[in-house]
Nanobody, 128 residues
Framework: QVQLVESGGGLVQAGGSLRLSCAAS????????MGWFRQAPGKEREFVAA????????SYADSVKGRFTISRDNAKNTVYLQMDSLKPEDTAVYYC?????????????????????WGQGTQVTVSS
């Protein structure tokens, strides 16, 4: 079992930045692909970014490419999402997820079904 706790969300003006953190406990995530997803009110959960176990490969949704950066520190059992040039349409609850189905994947999944552990989410609100 692994517990994931997101932090770093909040209210920011358009054009601003936030850095989300996802701290894992209970077991190491150093061998797991990790992902960030978001869900806005009335919408389905959507993929934001993903990273392989060693950071060798990353993936981004087209809507955030060039503005968001996913990274990880396996020594701290933590994954990050740096969000720059935020837009009002980025407003959502952001979730961290861990893929512990298979270790050492060379490509991280981009769908919610690829992940089996989820955090509780952190709210990000971008005002115009």
């Amino acid at each position: 079992q692994v517990q994931l706790v997101e932090s770093g969300g909040g209210l920011v003006q358009a054009g601003g930045s936030l850095r989300l953190s996802c701290a894992a406990s209970g077991r190491t995530i150093s061998s797991a692909a990790m992902g960030w997803f978001r869900q806005a009110p009335g919408k389905e959960r959507e993929f934001v970014a993903a990273i392989t176990w060693n950071g060798g490969s990353t993936s981004y949704a087209d809507s955030v490419k060039g503005r968001f950066t996913i990274s990880r520190d396996n020594a701290k059992n933590t994954v990050y999402l740096q969000m720059d040039s935020l837009k009002p349409e980025d407003t959502a609850v952001y979730y961290c997820a861990a893929d512990l189905h298979i270790f050492y994947r060379t490509v991280a999944g981009v769908t919610p079904g690829a992940y089996d552990y989820w955090g509780q989410g952190t709210q990000v609100t971008v005002s115009s």
